[in-house]
T-cell receptor
Framework: SQQGEEDPQALSIQEGENATMNCSYK?????LQWYRQNSGRGLVHLIL?????REKHSGRLRVTLDTSKKSSSLLITASRAADTASYFC????????????FGAGTILRVKS | NAGVTQTPKFRVLKTGQSMTLLCAQD?????MYWYRQDPGMGLRLIHY???????AKGEVPDGYNVSRLKKQNFLLGLESAAPSQTSVYFC???????????????FGDGTRLSIL
């Protein structure tokens, strides 16, 4: 079962533009994570935002979390061709085990 | 420091054959996970382990077995492969979660498995 769902499914932009991806989830959470997957590779952790945080930055990445709307957004500023990848949000289901439930992802293509 | 290493990277099996996928991590992580990724879908958890000698079922455990005899290794077995198990399999590991938050998971580069 998918907890998080990303929107849009695919996004194509020019190098230098900003890219925004959204994630909606269904149940209450104590944190939300974003991951990147380059073609043919494993997922790489980008950022974790806790439920008591509203915004978090890491380099050119900005993540927001709105727990009242059960949604999060990932903004990549000044995109580069190397940012071309799939981006997934992940949320913890109920229970223990550090488990995550991943959405289907947003495919980002940055054209140079 | 290799991180998470998966072997093999590619494999083709015939229906009914068995095989074992190996995952090794060198980060001293307590937790390890096996996922499968199918086209257009996110990762789905097959089995996971919260420590050496322990395993637990995830979202899609049927047709798979796992073992964690050593802290650094997590094995995924297919006893009788079926075409529906054609997928890309990812292993991940993480530290023990804190009281109020998860820990990030570290992934290998996957095993691409085709079952004919």
């Amino acid at each position: 079962s998918q907890q998080g769902e990303e929107d849009p499914q695919a996004l194509s932009i020019q190098e230098g533009e900003n890219a925004t991806m959204n994630c909606s989830y269904k149940t209450s959470i104590n944190n939300l994570q974003w991951y990147r997957q380059n073609s043919g590779r494993g997922l790489v952790h980008l950022i974790l935002i806790r439920s008591n945080e509203r915004e978090k930055h890491s380099g050119r990445l900005r993540v927001t979390l709105d727990t009242s709307k059960k949604s999060s957004s990932l903004l990549i500023t000044a995109s580069r061709a190397a940012d071309t990848a799939s981006y997934f949000c992940a949320t913890p289901p109920k229970g223990y085990g550090n488990k995550l439930v991943f959405g289907a992802g947003t495919i980002l293509r940055v054209k140079s | 420091n290799a991180g998470v290493t998966q072997t093999p990277k590619f494999r083709v099996l015939k229906t009914g054959q068995s095989m074992t996928l190996l995952c090794a991590q060198d980060m001293n992580h307590e937790y390890m996970y096996w996922y499968r990724q199918d086209p257009g879908m996110g990762l789905r958890l097959i089995h996971y382990s919260v420590g050496e000698g322990t395993t637990a079922k995830g979202e899609v455990p049927d047709g798979y077995n796992v073992s964690r005899l050593k802290k650094q290794n997590f094995l995924l077995g297919l006893e009788s492969a079926a075409p529906s198990q054609t997928s890309v399999y990812f292993c991940a590991s993480s530290y023990f979660p804190t009281a109020d938050s998860n820990q990030p998971q570290h992934f290998g580069d996957g095993t691409r498995l085709s079952i004919l």
